[in-house]
């Protein structure tokens, strides 16, 4: 297949929730068809009727559409296709690499018996039979694997693994009520959507041989198999929901950034040099699939906050003001133009100290909080007579500045301290919770800006009143 463009797939079933091992797979996927100029294209493999929900199917676009990762072409659905699949079994019959099985149940499980009895695979007495078919019986269809030699899978991950073909049972691929079995349907549509390379999970490896034997049948190309190793949990176990958050969604919810996600993912299983942080151009110039470790890799919680850290910082700030409201008015906090317009002189101040879009939120909240205050036992504590009196001078001195920004401030803050002869630490605590009423906030001329003049001063105000 060296000499057609890559195309390489996505094939989740919509049965529940989108793991974060298959968002791994997809992004891999869409990084090395952008590496060698070919196309990614999704398959929703949901020929299981009861499991394979419209709600279901959803959370896959949306999980690819948050992650950006949005496919080359219209998605293929493959319970459309149950047609082509069973021309496919009927073509593999008529070349003489399918047989029609008339085993019945109870058959079956005498053979099963005996061949776990013996050690080996099932074998239909029907493999070599010759006519004398009753077509009024049900019957399935099963492939004609070899008894002797090897498979072969020249995995670009893995390496050569070869399986014993005595070893691999003759499978069904059409069953008796004619619908295809999943590793028929898969390599039909796989040929049929012109898939080149086969990058998935490590738990296919098996299925790559008995796939390998159905393309062989049909006279078919077979593609480069790829098989990714797990992710573990940070214990080295595998993924479960001990270990917390598993689908993409959480991740969403959680405040991780997409692009922090794309950035940190492609760093389990792989990387480039001692590069830590990426963006999506350098990914894709330097992503090979060869280069993908054949260990499984380990979720690192710190590894991806710290990622996620440096694209709050790298992220346009109206973008993180219409993520942060959204999460504030989640919180039934009502996020109008005025409040947005503090979130704006906010974000910047503080969310170098946020991991997530949840702490950067959390870091906002002083300056959107409403007037009065609620001051704690300790601000009153501090508010003593000396105190009250101090502030009330600087505020005076605030409601005079010319100039309200942070080195303006700061400035100020320091000047007013060496003029009343005293550190900041004796009135800095105290009109820190003036102004914050007890919520995290940055430092003292930060917090200043963000809330701005006249909402400062006024906190300012409410507090010595209060506590006079």
């Not at 993924?239 to 940190?264: C, I, T, W």
């Not at 300790?378 to 409601?399: D, H, I, V, Y």
Request: charged fraction near 30%; hydrophobic fraction near 40%.
């Amino acid at each position: 297949m060296s000499d057609r463009p890559v195309v390489t797939r996505i094939a989740p079933s919509p049965t529940g929730m989108m793991h974060i091992g298959t968002a791994r797979t997809a992004l891999f996927n869409w990084l090395y068809a952008r590496h060698t100029g070919g196309k990614f294209l999704l398959r929703i493999e949901d020929t299981d009727r009861e499991r394979s929900t419209a709600e279901a199917v959803q959370v896959i676009f949306d999980g690819l559409k948050w992650l950006g990762l949005e496919p080359d072409a219209e998605p293929v659905f493959q319970a459309e296709r149950s047609v082509r699949h069973r021309e496919a079994a009927l073509e593999l019959l008529a070349r003489g690499g399918a047989y029609r099985c008339y085993m019945t149940p109870e058959e079956l499980e005498v053979e099963r018996e005996a061949a776990r009895a013996e050690g080996r695979v099932i074998r239909s007495p029907w493999r070599d039979r010759e006519g004398n078919y009753d077509e009024s019986q049900p019957y399935v269809v099963r492939l004609k694997s070899p008894l002797e030699g090897e498979t072969l899978i020249d995995d670009q991950v893995k390496g050569a693994v070869r399986f014993h073909n005595k070893d691999l049972d003759d499978l069904i691929l059409l069953r008796s009520d004619g619908t295809p079995t999943y590793n028929l349907a898969v390599v039909v549509d796989d040929h049929d959507m012109g898939v080149t390379h086969v990058i998935r999970g490590d738990d296919h490896l098996s299925n790559a041989a008995r796939q390998t034997l159905i393309y062989q049948g049909l006279g078919w190309d077979t593609p480069v198999w790829a098989h990714l190793p797990m992710i573990h949990g940070p214990d080295g176990k595998k993924l479960s929901k001990r270990h917390g958050a598993q689908a993409v969604s959480e991740f969403d919810d959680m405040g991780y950034l997409p692009e922090a996600m794309r950035n940190y993912l492609a760093k389990l299983g792989w990387g480039h040099g001692d590069d830590e942080i990426f963006d999506d151009a350098q990914a894709q110039a330097w992503f090979d699939i060869k280069d993908v470790v054949g260990a499984p890799a380990r979720l690192d919680w710190d590894k991806l906050n710290h990622i996620n850290n440096h694209y709050l910082r790298q992220a346009d700030v109206d973008r993180l003001v219409d993520l942060a409201a959204k999460i504030h008015e989640s919180r039934d906090r009502r996020i109008g133009q005025a409040q947005r317009e503090i979130l704006a002189r906010t974000i910047p101040l503080v969310r170098d100290g946020a991991k997530t879009l949840l702490d950067l939120a959390d870091l906002t909240v002083f300056a959107l909080r409403e007037r009065p205050l609620e001051l704690s036992d300790k601000a009153r504590g501090m508010l003593n007579e000396e105190t009250r009196a101090r502030l009330s001078r600087l505020r005076n001195g605030f409601s005079a500045a010319g100039d309200w920004s942070v080195p303006a401030l700061e400035a100020a803050l320091r000047a007013f301290a060496e003029a009343e002869g005293v550190g900041l630490g004796k009135f800095g605590p105290a009109l820190r919770a003036c102004l914050s009423g007890g919520s995290p906030a940055p430092d003292l001329a930060g917090a200043l800006v963000a809330i701005g003049r006249d909402e400062s001063l006024a906190r300012i105000d409410d507090a010595l009143s209060h506590a006079a």
